[in-house]
């Protein structure tokens, strides 16, 4: 079984400064794509970035000058540093990867639990 543990978030005020990790673990063979997703109160989950086994980033535009995604391979760890957060970036940030469990098997997306990230003043 595969696990994505996150942490790091927490309250932070508006322009400040936080960073999120989450690292999987579990039976991994391979870790294809690995992003972070938010979901606001009342909203639909939505991208926030994410970066390939290679290293190629994609940001939400609402993001894109902010936020940093990074990964290290080696521990199997996605970050999303994000800095100069507003107030509407307050949600419960999730991460996901797409992971090969065998050389031969597809791809099969997983997710954390959650980090509640609060940008209030």
């Known amino acids: 079984q595969v696990q994505l543990v996150e942490s790091g978030g927490g309250l932070v005020q508006p322009g400040g400064s936080l960073r999120v990790s989450c690292a999987a673990s579990g039976s991994i063979f391979s870790i294809n794509n690995m992003g972070w997703y938010r979901q606001a109160p009342g909203k639909q989950r939505e991208l926030v970035a994410f970066i390939t086994s290679g290293g190629s980033t994609n940001y939400a535009d609402s993001v894109k000058g902010r936020f940093t995604i990074s990964r290290d391979n080696a521990k199997n760890t996605v970050y999303l540093q994000m800095n100069s957060l507003r107030r509407e970036d307050t949600a419960v940030y999730y991460c996901?990867?797409?992971?090969?469990?065998?050389?031969?098997?597809?791809?099969?997306?997983?997710w954390g639990q959650g980090t509640q990230v609060t940008v209030s003043s």
């Open positions: 996901n990867a797409d992971v090969r469990l065998t050389r031969y098997s597809n791809l099969l997306p997983y």
